[in-house]
């Protein structure tokens, strides 16, 4: 009976252990293995696998990120200079993306214009230009890896907060070209800018 009871309580101290490792973490990075990495190494890092796009951060605050590889050249400052200009480059293209959808939804949802559809898209294609152009300036490389075949990965990071500044400085100064007043198209570029740092997309 005794070593019955020594049993059930090993089991329940083991089942113990397991439910508290499974409640341990809380990262949403993705799983990476062999399989699924980019690299082929099953412990290359989780922003590789993600690749580039806008992510909730550790903190909670969102962030762009984008990815840049360099193989085969022999000089290291040279090799890691072409990694950081390309995860720039991925990073601006992911920025460039998200900002113009952002801007359609803007001028879709917030915007009583008489402007055309042809000048509304003129619109927004400049002024996605001007913010991803002058938003990159602030971006940051923060990390580097090397996979197992010596390609160099560099990963370029540009929080939300600079690039919703940039929106609010580009519309302060192009408010007049959509034939809205000023003051409204800030309080209601805010109430957007909001809704996409909670919702994290």
């Known amino acids: 009976m005794k070593g019955m009871k020594k049993i059930v309580a090993l089991l329940l101290a083991l089942g113990l252990v397991v439910a508290l490792a499974a409640c341990g973490g809380g990262k949403k990075e993705p799983e990476v293995t062999k399989q699924t990495s980019v690299s082929g190494a099953a412990n290359e890092p989780a922003w590789i696998t993600r690749g580039a796009g806008a992510f909730?951060?550790?903190?909670?605050?969102?962030?762009?990120?984008?990815?840049?590889?360099?193989?085969?050249?022999?000089?290291?400052?040279?090799?890691?200079?072409?990694?950081?200009?390309?995860?720039?480059?991925?990073?601006?293209?992911?920025?460039?993306?998200?900002?113009?959808?952002?801007?359609?939804?803007?001028?879709?949802?917030?915007?009583?214009?008489?402007?055309?559809?042809?000048?509304?898209?003129?619109?927004?294609?400049?002024?996605?230009?001007?913010?991803?152009?002058?938003?990159?300036?602030?971006?940051?490389?923060?990390?580097?890896?090397?996979?197992?075949?010596?390609?160099?990965?560099?990963?370029?990071?540009?929080?939300?907060?600079?690039?919703?500044?940039?929106?609010?400085?580009e519309m302060k100064k192009r408010s007049a070209e959509i034939k809205m007043n000023a003051d409204d198209a800030m309080k209601e570029l805010d109430v957007q800018l909001q809704k996409r740092r909670e919702s994290g997309n």
């Open 56 to 169: 909730k951060e550790d903190t909670g605050g969102l962030a762009f990120y984008g990815v840049g590889i360099a193989q085969g050249i022999a000089n290291r400052a040279l090799e890691m200079q072409t990694a950081d200009t390309r995860a720039r480059t991925d990073l601006a293209r992911a920025l460039d993306t998200y900002v113009a959808n952002f801007m359609k939804d803007y001028m879709a949802s917030a915007v009583a214009s008489d402007m055309s559809s042809s000048e509304e898209e003129q619109f927004v294609s400049s002024i996605t230009k001007s913010i991803t152009e002058t938003t990159l300036v602030g971006s940051q490389i923060i990390n580097h890896w090397r996979g197992p075949d010596g390609t160099l990965y560099s990963l370029a990071m540009l929080s939300f907060d600079d690039v919703a500044n940039g929106m609010k400085r």
